[in-house]
């Protein structure tokens, strides 16, 4: 089988016997293709030595083979999480990620979101919360012709545009853990304003505390960022109460563990004398003791559907939206 002159992605196709979106879908390294095709157009690909040329394709579709993240949120470990998900989607395809924190609370936010897609020219764009929570930034990237994938705790968007976790429900199975454990005053470490997650984190919380009969009151509540210092000294508030809780509901892991500092250094024994629940099952969640027990909230996995989403939407189409999460119980929790 020979071909005259430079073989093109027609040529491939034509001989394959398939489309050329389907040797695209092969030359990208789509996950979503079976592997008799994959095979089947590789070998022509082999035989025809065809050599894609990346900037010829960026050209003709005047886009990049970039996948922009635009996020605002101090919870780092998510978004390293985040980050390594979408590598896992583009790993051995032409694509590659690019990065771009931003100030949610910038006047200028949306004059220096609509200069980042047009002059990277982004093949598409993943938004992590609580700036996926914005449907006017949505609206923006729908005007500059940019396609999207939200991230969120609730549904925000269709499917072809979201990767949504089960937060309430998840947090409501936690804290009902706790209260199967003998716990009647369970305590509760806030996500920050204006987050989605924790609302619904916070709404689970109250839901199982109602459902059970107990207190759920703001004497049982502290408002934390998402960050260590935060969990410790929110930790420290509902620690030194009068009426101290003996269970307490972190709304993350990194906050989880400053509510295990703060129990440490008031000479308290976790989890004898203090059981403690995190969320998201992050490193932290094992390199701190007693382990931590936590909800395993699938960022990885989200982040990889989100960029196939983008990759290649119609074979995406499949691609679940609700990734449930998993209750981990590890040693931090003891019965009362």
């Known amino acids: 089988m020979k071909s005259t002159g430079q073989p093109t992605i027609n040529d491939v196709a034509r001989i394959a016997g398939v489309s050329k979106k389907t040797v695209s879908r092969v030359i990208n390294r789509s996950p979503l293709l079976n592997q008799a095709t994959r095979e089947k157009v590789e070998a022509v690909i082999a ?53 771009r924190p931003v100030d949610r609370h910038s006047p200028s936010l949306f004059d220096d979101i609509r200069k980042f897609i047009e002059q990277q020219r982004l093949y598409g764009v993943m938004i992590l919360p609580p700036l996926s929570e914005n449907d006017a930034l949505a609206a923006l990237f729908r005007e500059l012709g940019c396609n999207y994938v939200r991230m969120g705790s609730a549904p925000l968007d269709d499917a072809a545009h979201l990767v949504q976790s089960n937060d309430r429900q998840a947090v409501r199975d936690a804290v009902a853990y706790l209260v199967a454990q003998g716990h009647t005053r369970i305590g509760l470490v806030q996500g920050p304003d204006g987050f989605r997650s ?16 107990l207190p759920h009151g703001p004497d049982l509540m502290a408002r934390g960022n998402y960050t260590f210092e935060t969990g410790r000294e929110a930790g420290g508030k509902l ?20 509510v295990l500092h703060a129990a440490r250094g008031r000479g308290l024994d976790v989890p ?65």
């Open 47 to 99: 035989e025809l030595a065809y050599v894609p040329n990346p900037q010829a394709r960026a050209l003709a579709l005047r886009r990049n083979f970039l996948l922009g993240l635009i996020h605002d949120n101090p919870n780092a470990q998510m978004v390293l999480n985040f980050q390594e998900g979408v590598l896992d989607a583009i790993q051995g395809t032409e694509f590659a990620l690019v990065v």
């Open 198 to 213: 924790a609302a619904e984190r916070e709404l689970g919380w109250h839901d199982a505390m109602e459902a059970a009969g």
């Open 239 to 258: 620690i030194d109460a009068a009426e101290p809780p003996s269970a307490i509901f972190a709304s993350n892991d990194v906050m989880a563990a400053g």
């Open 272 to 336: 004898q004398d203090l059981s403690i629940v995190g969320f998201d099952d992050t490193a932290i969640a094992t390199a701190i003791w007693p382990p931590l027990t936590t909800v395993r909230w699938p960022i990885r996995t989200m982040a990889r559907s989100a960029a196939l989403k983008l990759i290649d939407p119609e074979a995406a189409s499949g691609e679940q939206s609700l990734f449930p999460t998993d209750f981990i119980a590890r040693a931090s929790v003891a019965p009362r």
